[in-house]
């Protein structure tokens, strides 16, 4: 009977912070990528890990820094997630280096760690098709001729 109460109880904690198992450190990972966030401007990407744990409930994640103090919110899922990703405000580790205050909270878990965001510029590429063609490397002529063609009467339409 003893036993049953144990896990019983276990259970009961598991269920109430949200995650799968006890979560005692978590890893957050700045990644060399930006994505762009809901309002339409760039945002680095962090990698937070659980370790062994699973978010199986919604989680927040508020990210403190000089000027900035933003929320972003995790889906948790039925199976649990072991990793999720967060897109970080926009300008943080742009221009310089920065260091930001990450607080994970999980039903009545609170998990806080210190960041460093390494400086990445933001680089904007625009890709334009057709700014040059190798006749004959590509198809022959009057193929690339009927392609050409064919496209641009269709960008124009």
Same mark, same amino acid.
């Given at each position: 009977? *003893? ?8 259970? !009961?904690?598991?269920? &109430?912070? =949200?995650? /799968? ?42 990210? *403190? ?8 919110? !995790?889906?948790?899922? &039925?199976? =649990?997630? /072991? ?75």
């Amino acid at each position: 009977m *003893k036993k049953f109460i144990v896990i019983k109880a276990v259970l !009961l904690l598991v269920a &109430a912070t =949200g995650f /799968s198992q006890t979560v005692t450190d978590i890893q957050y990972t700045v990644q060399p990528v930006y994505g762009y966030r809901k309002d339409g401007k760039p945002g680095r990407e962090m990698l937070i890990s659980f370790g062994t744990a699973r978010l199986k409930k919604n989680a927040t994640v508020q990210v *403190k820094g000089l000027n900035i103090k933003e929320t972003s919110v !995790l889906t948790g899922s &039925a199976a =649990g997630d /072991s990793v999720k990703t967060i897109l970080l405000p926009t300008g943080v580790g742009v221009d310089s280096a920065a260091n930001i205050s990450v607080v994970l909270q999980c039903g009545s878990t609170l998990i806080e760690k210190k960041v460093h965001v390494p400086r990445m510029r933001h680089w904007t590429v625009f890709i334009y098709p057709h700014s040059h063609v190798d006749i004959g490397y590509t198809n022959t002529q009057k193929m690339l001729r009927y392609c050409i063609v064919k496209m641009l009467l269709k960008a124009l339409n």
